[in-house]
């Protein structure tokens, strides 16, 4: 199987500060990676597209300068929430991909998120 | 604009009988669809997937059926099981990316 982890599973935060979520491939390079945000009883949506050495790409109404997003290795992705905000809590998921041709994602646990 | 939907949010179905999961799209590029299972705070699982040339794929007790024509398709879960309990997101993929565009999900109550 592709086991995919996120760490950590879930964090609280004051208001303003910073926090950084790690996705790790634990049995695959992952060409691509992906974050999505969970609001409660909604869709996954997808925030942003992340290749190994090269620059996210965010969807249409994602801030860059909010959400930092770093692939600094084929196993290894982060998400940086920057002055995180209560309206920032969410359940914050990553996938990866195999290679760049394949149509299936693994996806890990997620992150539970909240901004106090 | 909700590209995927799912307009059931709910679904109760009795063990053992059959649970049938209904998902539209609007967008004609879509060509691989993917039916995946999530459980309360806890990332998707992978269920099932089925690509644009088909409209038939059968894995065990899962089956999902596309109707290109109408822009639906269903997974089909028989016999229904208590585990099964949990909430399905399909999911589609336009050609030339391998971005998923989620539904809604449907939360499928299997009762013993």
């Known amino acids: 199987g592709a086991v995919v982890s996120q760490h950590p599973s879930r964090v609280i935060c004051k208001s303003g500060t910073s926090v950084k979520i790690e996705c790790r491939s634990l049995?695959?390079?992952?060409?691509?990676m992906f974050w999505y945000r969970q609001f409660p009883k909604k869709s996954l949506m997808l925030m942003a597209t992340?290749?190994?050495?090269?620059?996210?790409?965010?969807e249409q109404g994602v801030e860059k300068d909010k959400f930092l997003i770093n692939h600094a290795s084929l196993t290894l992705s982060t998400l940086t929430v920057t002055s995180a905000h209560p309206e920032d809590s969410s359940f914050y998921i990553c996938?990866?991909?195999?290679?760049?041709?394949?149509?299936?994602?693994?996806f890990g646990p997620g992150t539970r998120l909240t901004v106090t | 604009d909700q590209q995927v939907k799912q307009n059931s949010p709910s679904l109760s179905v009795q063990e053992g009988r059959i649970s049938i999961l209904n998902c539209d799209y609007t967008?004609?590029?879509?060509?691989?669809f993917l039916w995946y299972k999530k459980y309360p705070a806890e990332g998707p699982t992978f269920l099932i997937s089925?690509?644009?040339?088909?409209d038939k794929n059968e894995d065990g007790r899962f089956t999902v059926f596309l109707n290109k024509s109408a822009k639906h398709l269903s997974l089909h879960i028989v016999p229904s099981q208590p585990g099964d309990s949990a909430v399905y997101f399909c999911?589609?993929?336009?050609?030339?990316?391998?971005?998923?565009?989620f539904g809604t999900g449907t939360r499928l109550k299997v009762l013993a």
């Open positions: 996938s990866a991909t195999r290679d760049a041709a394949s149509y299936e994602q693994y």
């Open positions: 049995d695959f390079q992952a060409t691509t």
């Open positions: 992340s290749n190994e050495g090269s620059k996210a790409t965010y």
């Open positions: 967008n004609s590029m879509f060509d691989y």
């Open positions: 089925i690509s644009s040339i088909k």
């Open positions: 999911a589609a993929s336009r050609e030339g990316t391998y971005k998923y565009i």
